[in-house]
Nanobody, 115 residues
C-alpha cells in the first residue's frame, strides 16, 4: 500500500505564493511520475503539473510560468511552488503518484486565494 501525505495548503491573497509538499511512503516500486491535480467547486479534477522520475515536467497552460514542480527522488517527495496565485486557483489540490501498476491519490489540501 502507498500513502501520500500532503502539506502546505491554506489561505493566501491574490498575487501571493504557497508551496505544497507531498511525501510518499509504503510499497513504492517503479514510480512513473508524481504530480498535482486540483478540483474547484463544481468542476472536475484537472491536471496542474507532473514530473517524471527523470525530471521531465508537464504543466497546465493556466499555470505555466507561475508554478514550478520539483521532486526529491531519495525522499519520494514532490513539491509545487505556486507564485502569483489567482482567485481562480481556489481548489482542493491532490497529490498523485503513478507506478507501473497503479495510481494513488493523496487526501487533498485546500487552497483558497482571496481577491
Amino acid at each position: 500500500q502507498v500513502q501520500l501525505v500532503e502539506s502546505g495548503g491554506g489561505l493566501v491573497q491574490a498575487g501571493g505564493s504557497l508551496r505544497l509538499s507531498c511525501a510518499a511512503s509504503g510499497s513504492i516500486f517503479s514510480i512513473n511520475f508524481m504530480g498535482w491535480y486540483r478540483q474547484a467547486p463544481g468542476k472536475q479534477r484537472a491536471l496542474v503539473a507532473t514530473i517524471t522520475s527523470g525530471g521531465i515536467t508537464n504543466y497546465a497552460d493556466s499555470v505555466k510560468g507561475r508554478f514550478t514542480i520539483s521532486r526529491d527522488n531519495a525522499k519520494n517527495t514532490v513539491y509545487l511552488q505556486m507564485n502569483s496565485l489567482k482567485p481562480e486557483g481556489t481548489a482542493v489540490y491532490f497529490c498523485y503518484l503513478r507506478t507501473l501498476g497503479a495510481g494513488f491519490w493523496g487526501q487533498g489540501t485546500q487552497i483558497t486565494v482571496s481577491s
